[in-house]
């Protein structure tokens, strides 16, 4: 259950309420959107151009600097390296020190911010106010595709951390700004600009908002059991367009040339719980797809799914072969290569208890190895309000309160109990694919001469997969070459080799192939329920990372243990309640007896919420034993 207070969920049961709905759009986004481009004409050591077009304002911490202002007694921190630059805000800091009298020289400290042609309405450059100190005097420039200048702001006497002009009229057709710094607020100095690019945010409240639809779930089944399971929630959101500002052709919109794809939506739910006070859940984090903006309409529409998709466009292709490492720390690996900071994922503990021989992926997206690590821990992964991923194990069935959310007879339209007779398994096969080591020797040979006179990469594919402990060698040489890097990964590996004058060679790479041999098939099965049902096999898929027998029957008896019965669920459309949570527990009636309720405990796997104004929910989760019941 999303943290709310007690009158949220008051004003959510009572019989009439009033349901409000926000969104923001972030329609430039240095990290996603690949048009903008930030480049300094000088940086301290310790510099983050890029983080002057996130839209925040305000540096994590007063950092320190060896300007002679760092006082060791003072609140001061140290800058942060580049594994922390997405999540602790520091700016782009100069090289160069303002003199006696504030002033920078020839060549002044420049930014330099290039993006998609669009209109700019407002200029902003934003200090340091954890220092306190400031441009004085300072020049912006804008540019259009022709390097044509198209307006010239000069600023002296600045006295503020954050400077900022609304135009009377938007500059169209701007594709390349500038900042040009001549004086600074302190002596001995160097700028410090948290922010000049005008990142694009817009927020639009419930009279703006048409329609949100949205779906998220944890447990899908297509034709077989629900193991390892991923998927990607997915929004519909309509705005109003009666000022025409989404319209693709409307050159003096502050949006024209930005309704993209992979544009950050975050959607809220909420309601007055007080006098003028008001309470939102989020409803997660996501990335537009296209953009519908009829003519004779008068909304925009866009569809959007959560990181997630993201994943899916990304390829996984660094992975090596590593000995005896668990789930835990391969979903790890796999995270950090699709570049996510640690905030932006969770990985459930059970999967250290996953321990896999020898763990490889061969090239696939990035999503598709966080489904083949869920899979071999019978877990799932998804993304929760917060937009955070989240790789959880087979144990993980409850994320919120112990307290379940009672939905009575008066709170839902209709309602199913269904047993899901195709979601039973009795008999459960799972394969073992165990790696060895095999007889180390050439698993690569370039086929013809390679010619070359500089230095040149050459990536290679191995005549088997996987492959460990690679080396790289250059045979029939003429001429001076040498390898200046390899990097070697468990299908293939990338070759930098350095060749003077015309040289030509060929490549070999020597390695330590792994075979699967001594494949093993683990049983698990349920008399009773093959008594009562027949038998119902299920084959586990041939994964790469089951190896050992231990892993594998865990996998059995886990399998075994959810699927043995037929899963008694529930299916409901209601009022709804956005605070409610994949992963939640709820209490709903299930059966009558003796003309009365009785209740029964359901886990949410799937919900459907639709605003129009007003809210409405489809609801779907599966039985779970009763506490009373254990």
């Known amino acids: 259950m999303y943290p709310v207070t007690e009158g949220f969920h008051q004003v959510m049961q009572a019989n009439k309420r009033r349901v409000l709905a926000k969104a923001t759009i972030d329609y430039t986004d240095p990290f996603l959107d690949q048009s903008v481009t930030i480049e300094p004409n000088e940086a301290a050591r310790i510099s983050y151009p890029f ?3 996130d839209g925040i304002l305000k540096p994590a911490a007063k950092f320190a600097s060896l300007d002679g202002s760092w006082k060791l007694n003072a609140d001061y921190k140290l800058a942060p390296d580049p594994s922390e630059a997405r999540i602790v805000q520091m700016g782009w800091w100069g090289g160069q020190l303002s003199d006696e009298n504030y002033l920078f020289v020839v060549p002044y400290p420049l930014l330099t911010v ?26 912006i420039v804008l540019y259009d595709k022709t390097d044509t200048v198209l307006y010239t702001e000069t600023v002296t006497g ?21 900042l040009e710094i001549s004086r600074w607020s ?29 779906i998220e779930e944890r447990e899908l089944s297509h034709g077989s059991l629900p193991v390892g399971n991923i998927s990607s929630n997915e929004i519909e959101l309509r705005l109003y367009n009666h000022d025409r500002k989404f319209d693709v ?9 930005l309704l993209r794809a992979n544009r950050k939506i975050a959607l809220f739910l909420g309601t007055e719980i007080g006098e003028d006070q008001m309470e939102y859940v989020p409803l997660g984090v996501f990335w537009s797809g296209n953009w519908k903006v009829p003519e004779d309409g008068l909304y925009a529409h866009t569809l959007g799914r959560d990181r997630l998709e993201l994943l899916r466009q990304s390829t996984y292709n660094i992975s090596q072969v590593v000995e005896d490492e668990t789930l835990y720390d391969l979903a790890e690996a796999v995270l950090v290569s699709a570049n996510l900071m640690p905030d932006e994922y969770w990985i459930d503990p059970e999967l250290e208890q996953f321990v896999v021989p020898y763990a490889y992926f061969e090239p696939q997206t990035h999503r598709e190895a966080l489904r083949k690590i869920a899979e071999a821990c019978v877990g799932q992964v998804y993304c929760d309000r917060e937009g955070t991923i989240r790789v959880e194990g087979p144990s993980y069935f409850i994320q919120g309160t112990p307290l379940p959310y009672d939905i009575g007879p008066d709170d839902y339209f209709t309602k199913d109990n269904p047993a899901k007779w195709e979601e039973i398994a009795n008999y459960i096969e799972v394969e073992t694919l165990p790696l060895v080591r095999d007889t180390s020797g050439e698993v690569y040979r370039s086929n013809d001469l390679i010619e070359a006179d500089e230095e040149i990469v050459i990536t290679v594919q191995y005549n088997h997969v996987p492959c460990m402990d690679a080396a790289a060698n250059l045979v029939d040489v003429t001429g001076s070459v040498i390898i200046t890097d390899a990097k070697y990964y468990a299908g293939g590996a990338e070759v930098t080799v350095s060749c003077v004058n015309k040289s030509s060679f060929r490549l070999k790479i020597d390695a330590t192939p792994l075979k699967v041999q001594n494949k093993e098939m683990i049983v698990a099965q349920d008399k009773n ?23 594998a029957r865990r996998i059995a008896e886990t399998i075994l243990f959810i699927y043995k019965d037929p899963r008694r669920g529930i299916e409901m459309d209601w009022r709804g309640n956005p605070a409610i949570e994949l992963g939640d527990v709820i209490t709903a009636p299930d059966y009558q007896a003796g003309g009365e309720d009785v209740k029964g405990y359901f886990i949410v796997t799937r919900q459907e919420i639709e605003y129009t104004g007003t809210l409405r929910a489809k609801l779907a989760g599966r039985r779970i034993v009763a506490p009373e019941e254990e």
């Open 114 to 139: 290039e993006f998609f042609n669009r209109p700019i309405d407002s200029l902003r450059v934003v200090g340091d106010n954890k220092r306190g100190e400031y441009p004085v005097n300072f020049e």
């Open 186 to 214: 302190h002596e001995g100095r160097q700028v410090k600009i948290l922010e000049f690019f005008t990142s694009l945010r817009e927020l639009y409240e419930t009279d703006d908002i048409v329609s949100i639809r949205l």
């Open 529 to 551: 329920s093959v008594k009562e049902n027949g038998l119902i096999r299920f084959t586990f898929p041939g994964n790469p990372l089951v190896q050992t027998q231990q892993i």
């Open 51 to 53: 983080q002057t077009a």
């Open 249 to 257: 052709g409307n050159t003096s919109s502050p949006l024209y040339e």
């Open 158 to 178: 600045n006295d503020g951390v954050v400077w900022s002009k609304p135009l009377i009229e938007p500059v169209p057709d701007v594709v390349k700004m500038t």
